[in-house]
């Protein structure tokens, strides 16, 4: 079994290599991966999502066995969040397994058509006249940047992991 994950901005990359560090499997990046892992081996896929999509899962699905996935986003750990991406991603009956892992946002590593998409999401959440929790804690993150990855998140993987 190898861990394979697509990291845009880092906080999957730190995700992947924290799972990987505390099981002792190999970890490499998608693109390292065509070279590193044969094809058709048992992966644990990290990849960060993008508009509800986790990046590059259709590619992994086409060369290995994905056992589980670990989509890395900015928003909290809700139901609602990870049932969206179960649908989206078509994560359904737990096969393959999906451990929802909240990453960060940061500012300095967002350019081009993402910054501007970014302020869109700024200006409309700025022009409500009053937010809910969530979209607060979204509208100060992407305001002033955010890092949540931390080692308790991935507890749940883990246990899975072990039982496994």
């Not at 990870?82 to 451990?99: G, V």
């Not at 100060?140 to 749940?156: I, M, T």
Request: proline content about 2%; charged content about 30%; overall charge neutral.
């Amino acid at each position: 079994m190898f861990v394979v994950y697509e990291s845009n901005t880092g906080f999957t990359e730190k995700y992947a290599k924290m799972f990987a560090e505390k099981t002792g499997l190999e970890c490499w990046s998608l693109y390292m991966a065509r070279i590193k892992v044969p094809k058709h081996s048992d992966i644990i896929y990290f990849g960060n999502v993008e508009n509800g999509e986790v990046v590059k899962l259709k590619k992994a699905r086409k060369k290995y066995n994905i056992l589980a996935v670990c989509p890395v986003g900015l928003s909290m750990s809700t139901d609602a969040v990870k049932e969206k991406l179960r649908e989206k991603n078509k994560l359904t009956d737990n096969s393959p397994a999906m451990f929802y892992l909240q990453g960060g946002y940061d500012k300095k590593k967002n350019i081009g058509l993402g910054a501007t998409f970014i302020n869109l999401i700024i200006k409309d959440l700025e022009s409500k006249e009053e937010l809910d929790a969530v979209e607060a804690q979204m509208l100060s993150d992407l305001k002033n940047g955010a890092d949540y990855v931390k080692e308790e998140n991935l507890a749940p993987l883990l246990r899975w992991y072990e039982e496994c």
